[in-house]
């Protein structure tokens, strides 16, 4: 829920992209891929792939419960972050087809205690064009989001936070946005999230594993989710446990908790027309500034889709559709090492029959001692990058850790060379020079340690 999830884009031969349902030949090498994922603890989750508005392909990884090495399996839940957003999306479009309220009406109709209320329309924060500051960006956030808010607490907090820029000149995500959208659509539509949920999005696309999210119970078959240790512990293996933001907290901007084959339903009911008109959604997947209402732009190859990704505690998600292809991909994960974007790629290339695809290729980690570890510490800078860069060692690991923001671990593939594989971000570091080069969406930035 915390950041946008990066779009892929993936330029591949289109010569093979019929999918045999009869042979399934993409089937054999879809499990291969998820072996390698989970025999070099590379993560844990659940996958899932759609043709045609039916499953071709589904699997799980991992466990569900580290501590009670509970496995996951394919109707294991996951919080799904702000992949909420596109289910909230749609709920207030379907009121406002319903005439109970327009993408026009201004924020000061329903909340003008938040800044520039009288110039914010609701559609201006389906598009994240609102210019309210993002809440999850506050310096203490990971102080208070496992707290439980009212609504009137939380409203006290949005009204505080002011805002970035003018409404409409231009895109900037904001969480802010989405949980304002959802308290506007109980108000409008005069029923609970839950409600409105249940009769728009539930009912119709036949879905039985979606549900606002409570105390995680492993019992219940609920995922816990971790961060990822490069140095295994006795207590819990390479996987620590993450703390659970309160559903009060997020609310419709990420406070659903899903399977991927409920994902997938989702949103071939929503490209169906199960839940809006054809119309609707047609508005909801025009583009401004790489942001339609409540759905960002995704692409293989020439074909065009649409879809979301969501992050919250030590969750990850992924879903998108590719109309032109007729196939849907959904993902979730409650341990990522191996970026989700990537196994995306993977599984779409697989699927589409992609003579060219090679399997990604894990290699060994090297052990190298805290004491020369700590000869790379310190604080970095750059004259290309505004943020300034924290190197420490925590329990023999080396951390990165930017200005403001949570630290990440680093693991040593090669000599003086670092990767935060999630990420994709490289460090090759120089002690002798006392520099760093991050190298990172195939750009390189140059760092000094101060």
């Known amino acids: 829920m915390k ?6 884009i993936v330029l591949v031969s289109l010569l093979s992209i019929y999918v045999c349902s009869a042979q399934q030949p993409y089937v054999a090498k879809l499990d291969s891929l998820i072996e390698l994922i989970q025999k070099n603890d590379k993560g844990m989750g659940s996958i899932s792939v759609f043709k045609d508005g039916k499953e071709i392909y589904g699997n799980a990884y991992g466990f569900a419960n580290v501590e009670k090495l509970l496995k996951a399996n394919k109707e294991t839940r996951y919080r799904i972050g702000s992949i909420s957003k596109v289910y909230t999306a749609s709920i207030i ?20 205690q938040i800044k520039n209320a009288d ?8 598009r994240h064009r609102s210019g309210i500051f993002n809440f999850t960006n506050l310096p203490d956030y990971l102080q208070w989001n496992t707290s439980v808010f009212s609504k009137q607490k939380m409203l006290e907090k949005l009204a505080a936070l002011g805002s970035d820029f003018e409404p409409g000149s231009k895109y900037q995500y904001s969480n802010s946005n989405y949980i304002l959208l959802s308290l506007i659509a109980e108000d409008a539509g005069g029923k609970s999230y839950n409600e409105l949920l249940n009769d728009f999005i539930l009912k119709p696309c036949g879905l039985t594993h979606t549900r606002i999210f409570e105390a995680i119970d492993p019992e219940k078959n609920e995922a816990s989710s971790y961060r990822y240790l490069p140095v295994a512990t006795p207590q819990n293996s390479h996987w620590a446990l993450e703390s659970e933001t309160d ?8 406070f659903l908790s ?3 084959s409920d994902m997938n339903r989702f949103i071939w009911g929503l490209q169906e027309g199960k839940i809006v008109k054809a119309e609707t959604l047609k508005m909801m997947t025009t583009m401004q500034d790489g942001y339609g209402l409540g759905l960002s732009p995704y692409r ?6 649409y879809g979301h990704g969501g992050s919250i505690d030590g969750f990850q998600s992924t879903l998108f559709i590719i109309p032109g292809l007729d196939l849907s991909v959904a993902i979730t994960s409650n341990g990522t090492v191996y970026p989700l ?15 060219t695809y090679t399997f990604p290729a894990f290699g060994n ?16 800078s750059s004259p290309e990058l505004p943020i300034k860069l924290r190197i420490f060692v925590d329990k023999g690991v080396l951390h990165g850790q930017g200005a403001g923001q949570p630290a990440f671990p680093l693991e040593c593939f090669d000599t003086n060379k670092f990767r935060f594989e999630m990420a994709g971000i490289i460090m090759h570091f120089n002690p002798e020079s006392n520099t760093m080069i991050l190298k990172q969406g195939g750009k390189d930035f140059t760092f000094t340690k101060e």
């Not at 110039?119 to 389906?126: P, S």
């Not at 293989?300 to 889709?305: H, I, K, R, V």
Request: aromatic share 6%.
């Open 93 to 112: 479009m379907k009121l406002s087809e319903q005439g109970k309220l327009s993408t026009n009406d201004l924020l000061s109709r329903y909340y003008p």
């Open 258 to 260: 899903s399977t991927p």
């Open 3 to 8: 950041t946008r999830t990066s779009l892929f």
């Open 365 to 380: 980690l090297l052990e190298v001692s805290e004491g020369d570890l700590q000869k790379l510490s310190g604080n970095y």
């Open 119 to 126: 110039k914010i329309t609701i559609e201006q924060l389906l």
């Open 341 to 355: 974007n990537n196994i995306a790629i993977d599984i779409m290339r697989i699927v589409t029959g992609d003579p």
């Open 247 to 254: 559903p009060s907290v997020p609310l419709g901007a990420g």
């Open 300 to 305: 293989f190859g020439l074909e065009q889709g």
